[in-house]
């Protein structure tokens, strides 16, 4: 018998699994680039051009706004940049997209080539097996396993919510119609 005491645990929010994923990966991805910026080779905290302590980003090079696309947590899909390269710089990676593809098909082929191949996998990230599984591998900083990602989705398949019925204006007419008949 349950006590009174005990409550039923309540789940974490998928907004702040989301946070948490975000977090590991944009660690994964400045660890993989060994706190340098991977564009011009500036250190972490290293005194920038502008006299300013770098403190370095990690950049999605697929938007992680795209709906239900698991490259938003995979490491293949970032790249470790300070400030300058990510967005102020002339050329940076959020000013200039060719400067991106460019640098990235000349340094880093097979990230590219990883990212052009998956961009196209959807999985439902709102799947708490899903994230789970990413965050396995966010942990130990490896890349995603999409086709396992695949393969969760259909073993622990989401119940989809109810529609609830909705009343019109004219369901209401009707209803009062009938009971002055």
């Given at each position: 018998?349950?006590?009174?005491?005990?409550?039923?645990?309540?789940?974490?929010?998928?907004?702040?699994?989301?946070?948490?994923?975000?977090?590991?990966?944009?660690?994964?991805?400045?660890?993989?680039?060994?706190?340098?910026?991977?564009?011009?080779?500036?250190?972490?905290?290293?005194?920038?051009?502008?006299?300013?302590?770098?403190?370095?980003?990690?950049?999605?090079?697929?938007?992680?706004?795209?709906?239900?696309?698991?490259?938003?947590?995979?490491?293949?899909?970032?790249?470790?940049?300070?400030?300058?390269?990510?967005?102020?710089?002339?050329?940076?990676?959020?000013?200039?997209?060719?400067?991106?593809?460019?640098?990235?098909?000349?340094?880093?082929?097979?990230?590219?080539?990883?990212?052009?191949?998956?961009v196209?996998?959807?999985?439902?990230?709102?799947?708490?097996?899903?994230?789970?599984e990413?965050?396995?591998?966010?942990?130990?900083?490896?890349?995603?396993?999409?086709?396992?990602?695949?393969?969760?989705?259909?073993?622990?398949?989401?119940?989809?919510?109810?529609?609830?019925?909705?009343?019109?204006?004219?369901?209401?007419?009707?209803?009062s119609?009938?009971?002055?008949?």
């Amino acid at each position: 018998m349950k006590k009174k005491s005990e409550k039923k645990k309540k789940l974490e929010s998928i907004p702040k699994i989301n946070r948490r994923l975000f977090r590991l990966w944009s660690e994964a991805v400045r660890d993989r680039a060994m706190l340098k910026c991977e564009y011009c080779k500036i250190e972490n905290k290293a005194i920038n051009v502008n006299g300013v302590s770098t403190k370095l980003d990690s950049h999605h090079l697929i938007s992680r706004k795209v709906k239900d696309l698991p490259l938003k947590f995979d490491i293949n899909n970032g790249i470790c940049l300070c400030p300058i390269c990510h967005k102020w710089g002339i050329p940076s990676f959020h000013r200039d997209p060719i400067t991106t593809i460019t640098w990235l098909m000349k340094n880093s082929p097979e990230r590219y080539n990883y990212v052009l191949n998956n961009v196209n996998f959807r999985v439902d990230l709102d799947n708490r097996q899903v994230l789970e599984e990413i965050e396995k591998r966010l942990i130990v900083k490896e890349s995603l396993d999409i086709k396992k990602l695949k393969e969760i989705e259909a073993q622990f398949p989401r119940e989809q919510k109810k529609a609830r019925p909705t009343k019109t204006l004219f369901d209401e007419e009707k209803s009062s119609s009938s009971s002055s008949d």
